[in-house]
Nanobody, 131 residues
Framework: QVQLVESGGGMVQSGGSLRLSCTAS????????VGWFRQVPGEEREFVGA????????YNTDFVKGRFTIFRSNAKDTVYLRMNSLKPEDTAVYYC????????????????????????WGQGTQVTVSS
């Protein structure tokens, strides 16, 4: 079992930055693909981006547009989501998720972009961007 805990959320003004952390315990997850998702009330969880064991990353190109960066420290069992140039529409609860079964290959897009296929989830952290 892997337990994930997110931290780093909060309130920031439009144009500001935040760095979210996702720390694992229970089992090292250096070989896991870790995804970040976000959710607003009444909507489905939306894929933000993901990172695999090699540090390769993929992002939701609809809205990330170079503003977000995912990186990991396997020594700390932590994956980070750095968010710059935040906009009010980025307001959401942000979740990290992990799974050992797939990597960020083109033929796995349906898996790593979907909240259905990640086995482990954190509790979420609120990000609020004010205008």
């Amino acid at each position: 079992q892997v337990q994930l805990v997110e931290s780093g959320g909060g309130m920031v003004q439009s144009g500001g930055s935040l760095r979210l952390s996702c720390t694992a315990s229970g089992r090292t997850f250096s070989s896991y693909t870790v995804g970040w998702f976000r959710q607003v009330p009444g909507e489905e969880r939306e894929f933000v981006g993901a990172i695999n064991l090699n540090g390769d990353t993929r992002y939701n190109t609809d809205f990330v547009k170079g503003r977000f960066t995912i990186f990991r420290s396997n020594a700390k069992d932590t994956v980070y989501l750095r968010m710059n140039s935040l906009k009010p529409e980025d307001t959401a609860v942000y979740y990290c998720a992990a799974d050992p079964k797939f990597q960020l290959m083109d033929d796995a897009v349906a898996y790593f972009t979907s909240s259905l296929f990640y086995a482990y989830w954190g509790q979420g952290t609120q990000v609020t961007v004010s205008s």
